[in-house]
């Protein structure tokens, strides 16, 4: 069993920063953050293996946005650089503990969601 809540979303101006934190329970093997806008499908942000600490980033993101781990603390971290009004969206913290659905990005477990609102 695995359960997770975000938290550090909020409204900055862009070219701002923000850093998201998920306290993670249980043991997932992966971990990644999901963004959904309005009007818009759920889409990926960044992924992240609990153990060897590989990561992926969409490209809408990458260079700008940072996935990290903690797991002394049990916690996952997304640092968010350089924000743009576009990255406005609920993002949410998700998790899972088999590696085929880590693969494929079918997380089963999931968090709240906490708003991120850029302005221009």
């Known amino acids: 069993q695995v359960q997770l809540m975000e938290s550090g979303g909020g409204s900055v101006q862009a070219g701002g920063s923000l850093r998201l934190s998920c306290v993670v329970s249980?043991?997932?093997?992966?971990m990644g953050w999901f963004r959904q806008a309005p009007g818009k499908e759920r889409e990926v942000v960044a992924t992240i293996h609990t153990v060897s600490g590989n990561a992926y980033y969409a490209d809408s993101v990458k260079g700008r946005f940072t996935i990290s781990r903690d797991n002394t603390k049990n916690t996952l971290y997304l640092q968010m650089n350089t924000l743009k009004p576009e990255d406005t969206a609920m993002y949410y913290c998700?998790?899972?503990?088999?590696?085929?659905?880590?693969?494929?990005?079918?997380?089963?477990?999931w968090g709240q969601g906490t708003q991120v609102t850029v302005s221009s």
């Open positions: 998700a998790a899972d503990n088999a590696l085929s659905r880590c693969v494929n990005l079918q997380y089963n477990y």
């Open positions: 249980g043991y997932p093997l992966c």
